[in-house]
């Protein structure tokens, strides 16, 4: 490859459209098939855009090393029926070709499992829809099929789960969803600032400060909006608050499937405390209104901080005192050791982020690798572990917690010590016309990106999102591999992977 088939950006950067190189698809295959197989790059998105009498495609390629984000594009005729795929050669493009093909109806020639991913409204061939989903079948006496969902006992989201087992023993998970399609995507684009900043943050309800984050830094990148030092800082803060609070849930679900109810009903009560003090910060216990395009509603006061720091000191403790507990009791360990496991290669094949790579020894963090905000202050340090079971992930939520208590009291010292300016939000910006931008930050499950198009006028003309279970639904899949089937919900839970934010 030159330097005149890529280019190369940063985190929360916005370029000219024609800075990007538009090269053949030949070229574009060979390019990205090089750059993946690389350990240390992997996928952040890959996408089509309508324009004209053309599809253009943009693949953006995240380097942990270089800190940089590399782009190929490459453009087809709307006439166009096929392409040759990437799969085979780089199997973590798999799901991204797939949503290619489902908005546009290119067929990927030798994809092993082009299917449908979400059926928007105005999909390509609206004959495709959730009763004829093709679900991969083994004919055989010996084997049976078990279908669970969309519908579960619980009140958790719509997801199908087709298993092919052989007695108990699980031989193939197929998930299906798409069952709650809203079409987030293209009501971003033509609304204005406010609107935009409120669908963004409710994509996913347990990921809404995440997604405020990127979707503000994008905007001021657009829009060439600074922010404060200590605005920054408090983003981040809240986003750790975030992390700690979901941990700390997903710690009390994973005990409530092993029965140890002294666990789940001790995290499920140090969980509301923690996102009471969210709400005591900006009212409303999932932090929605905390974090906008250039400013906030809610500044940290020493109040705030006041009652943070009582809760990092009292719940913090308790739930490290059960969480000594969780992790030592035979009975608990004897159903989390060893069960659900995702080996390094697995991670790397699949493109995994987040957790689920780091549980398996895999370093991918923005905050390290792409850092934004206030972690381009200093140097993060990702938790690994090597397992790859539902121990290690359990494991890594209870490590993770940890590293966030010591960030949050680090930080609480820092923003004492640094000049505060505040300003309110900015939702009548205008865009940088004709640009290219980008904005990644590390939720609770790993990598979030969103990009955005504008148009010769500064219009937002298009807007791409992208959550970290697009990448690790297959995660799930390959973890249950081998396992009993009773052993699939510990490792969902261990997952806890986002629907609404995979169907957006």
């Not at 409530?256 to 109810?261: E, G, I, L, T, W």
């Not at 739930?319 to 360990?333: E, G, M, Q, S």
């Not at 991670?347 to 690798?369: C, E, F, P, W, Y």
Request: with cysteine; glycine share 6%; aromatic share 10%.
């Amino acid at each position: 490859m030159t330097s005149n088939d890529f280019i190369d950006i940063s985190n929360a950067q916005t370029i000219p459209l024609s800075d990007i190189p538009v090269i053949d698809y030949p070229r574009f295959m060979a390019c990205v098939t090089d750059e993946l197989r690389q350990p240390a790059n992997h996928c952040l998105n890959y996408y089509g855009v309508a324009d004209g009498n053309r599809y253009w495609f943009i693949c953006c390629i995240a380097c942990d090393e270089t800190h940089r984000i590399r782009l190929y594009s490459h453009e087809a005729p709307k006439s166009i029926t096929s392409l040759d795929s990437l799969t085979p050669e780089c199997p973590q493009l798999y799901i991204f070709e797939r949503e290619i093909h489902e908005n546009f109806g290119i067929n990927f020639d030798g994809h092993p499992w082009l299917k449908p991913v979400r059926w928007p409204f105005d999909r390509h061939n609206p004959d495709s829809n959730m009763n004829n989903y093709p679900f991969y079948a083994i004919p055989s006496e010996e084997l049976h099929e078990v279908g669970v969902g969309p519908i579960h006992a619980g009140v958790i989201e719509p997801g199908h789960f087709r298993f092919i087992c052989n007695g108990e023993k699980v031989l193939h998970l197929e998930i299906h969803l798409g069952y709650q399609h809203r079409g987030a995507e293209k009501l971003v684009a033509p609304g204005n600032g406010l609107q935009r900043a409120l669908l963004c943050e409710s994509i996913a309800g347990d990921t809404s400060v995440a997604s405020s984050i990127v979707h503000a830094q994008l905007i001021e990148s657009l829009a060439g909006i600074e922010v404060s030092q200590n605005l920054q800082l408090e983003r981040c803060l809240g986003l750790e608050l975030e992390r700690i609070a979901v941990h700390i849930g997903d710690t009390a679900a994973l005990c409530a499937d092993v029965a140890y109810q002294l666990g789940q009903v001790v995290n499920e009560a140090l969980r509301t405390t923690f996102i009471n003090t969210t709400q005591y910060w900006c009212g409303n216990r999932f932090g929605k209104g905390l974090v906008r395009p250039g400013g906030t509603h809610y500044p940290l006061s020493d109040d705030v901080l006041r009652e943070i720091r009582r809760v990092l000191g009292d719940s913090g403790k308790r739930y490290f005192d059960i969480a000594d507990r969780i992790y030592t009791l035979p009975t608990v360990l004897a159903r989390f050791d060893g069960i659900g496991s995702l080996s390094h290669e697995q991670t790397l094949t699949i493109g995994a982020v987040g957790m689920a790579a780091r549980t398996a020894q895999l370093a991918r963090d923005i905050r390290k690798s792409h850092p934004f905000q206030y972690y381009s202050s200093f140097h993060h340090q990702p938790v690994l572990l090597e397992t790859g079971d539902v121990l290690a992930r359990g494991m890594l939520r209870y490590r993770e917690v940890q590293q966030s208590v010591e960030l949050i009291e680090m930080w609480g010292k820092q923003w004492e010590a640094m000049p505060h300016h505040v300003n309110p939000p900015v939702y009548d910006y205008r865009l940088r016309p004709a640009s290219f931008a980008i904005s990644a930050a590390e939720a609770w499950r790993g990598e979030l990106c969103h990009t955005a198009i504008t148009d010769a006028d500064g219009n937002l003309i298009h807007y791409k999102v992208k959550d970290p279970s697009l990448h690790n639904w297959m995660a799930l899949a390959l973890a249950v591999r081998n396992q009993e089937i009773s052993d699939f919900p510990i490792c969902n839970k261990s997952f806890n992977l986002s629907y609404c934010g995979y169907d957006l």
